[in-house]
């Protein structure tokens, strides 16, 4: 592999997972002003808790598709290494945010794992898939 790959493999990682945060709060931000207006505050934080591991799941899933559709498109080299690099980069810096987060793992340790499945899949199915 090239030198520095693994640093960008971090910072693709923490761009990614900036992406899934703004779309969870546009998410959130559609649902407080158009679905459902006006209650309280509570309502939005919890629904974002809600929301949240379906976003990333879903939205993860074709971010990751995406890039490794372009590394296999471009011709990369390492396309098949950096396909499963990158959401293992990407579950392990999630890990590290969540511990600093003093995240309660027991109550939500379901939807991590299917949610970063969706990221491993995505990512896979965007090489294989591609051309």
Known sequence: MK?????KLIGLAILVMITLVVISILE????SYVV???????VYEAHAEFSAPY???????ILFFL????????????AF?????????????DIVVLFIAGAEWSSFILTFILANGAKFLGSY???KLTK
């Open 3 to 7: 030198k520095f790959t693994v640093l």
């Open 67 to 78: 890039v490794s559709r372009f590394w296999k498109k471009k011709g990369h080299e390492n």
């Open 28 to 31: 959130v931000t559609l649902y």
């Open 125 to 127: 199915l965007g090489y």
């Open 55 to 61: 976003i990333s799941g879903i939205f993860g899933f």
């Open 36 to 42: 459902n207006p006006g209650q309280e505050l509570s």
């Open 81 to 93: 290494q950096l396909t499963l690099l990158f959401p293992a980069t990407y579950v392990l810096l």
